[in-house]
């Protein structure tokens, strides 16, 4: 199966610092297709999940574009430009390209 | 507006059964694979089914292949889960997803003890 790895696990952050988040796999994302099923969720406390970025970059509707997505490959990065309160929670990558899907381990992000 | 609600959950013994369901609306659900995830208290997030539009094609990770079934009314626009033989480790909030993760439902709780 595949294993994705996200570091830091936990990352404290004050209002309007940028931060970044890493998934590593431990298998190449690329699928035959030409598509990297990779994808990033934000669990707010207390609430689902919800879709931040899809396909490594594709910014999903809604979604304030101070989130981005990079990378290929095994290694991805999610990165917030300027993180505000609403961001706090944990985050998730998860990879649609190898059956079983797998999720990282996640990301807490909180407030220093 | 899309909507994914669950229900069905509660306590239950081990080695017993329990049917998830999860009512779909605001988009066309046939369109759609879907899948269910789980989350253990304090955990992280566990996939557990995915199902094809048409219902013909199943994918379960090795952690409960054999005891889980997903399936699928698109004429219902309702999903699934029917678990058996539960086991204590598949004590967990259950979600309904939407096959490409950009809509969840609110989750429902399974709480498998004795």
């Known amino acids: 199966d595949v294993v994705l790895t996200q570091t830091p696990p936990t990352l404290s952050a004050t209002i309007g610092q940028s931060v970044s988040i890493s998934c590593r796999s431990s298998?190449?994302?690329?699928?035959?297709?030409?598509?990297?099923?990779l994808h990033w969720l934000l669990q707010r406390p207390g609430q689902s999940p919800q879709l931040l970025i899809y396909?490594?970059?594709r910014l999903e509707s809604g979604v304030p574009n101070r989130f981005s997505g990079s990378g290929s490959g095994t290694d991805f990065t999610l990165k917030i430009s300027g993180v505000e309160a609403e961001d706090l929670g944990v985050y998730y990558c998860?990879?649609?390209?190898?059956?079983?899907?797998?999720f990282g381990g996640g990301t807490k992000l909180e407030l220093k | 507006e899309v909507q994914l609600v669950e229900s069905g959950g509660g306590l239950v013994q081990p080695g017993r059964s329990l049917k998830l369901s999860c009512a779909a609306s605001g988009f066309t659900f046939s369109n759609y694979y879907m899948a269910w995830v789980r989350q253990a208290p304090k955990k992280g997030l566990e996939w557990v089914a995915t199902i094809s539009t048409s219902g013909s094609r199943t994918y379960y990770p090795d952690s409960v292949k054999g005891r889980f079934t997903i399936s699928r009314d698109n004429a219902k626009s309702s999903l699934y889960l029917q678990m058996n033989s539960l086991k204590s480790e598949d004590t967990a909030t259950y979600y309904c997803?939407?096959?490409?993760?950009?809509?969840w439902g609110q989750g429902v709780m399974v709480t498998v003890s004795s």
């Open positions: 998860v990879q649609g390209t190898h059956a079983p899907w797998t």
């Open positions: 298998q190449s994302l690329l699928h035959s297709n030409g598509n990297t099923y």
């Open positions: 396909l490594v970059s």
């Open positions: 997803a939407r096959g490409h993760w950009d809509y």
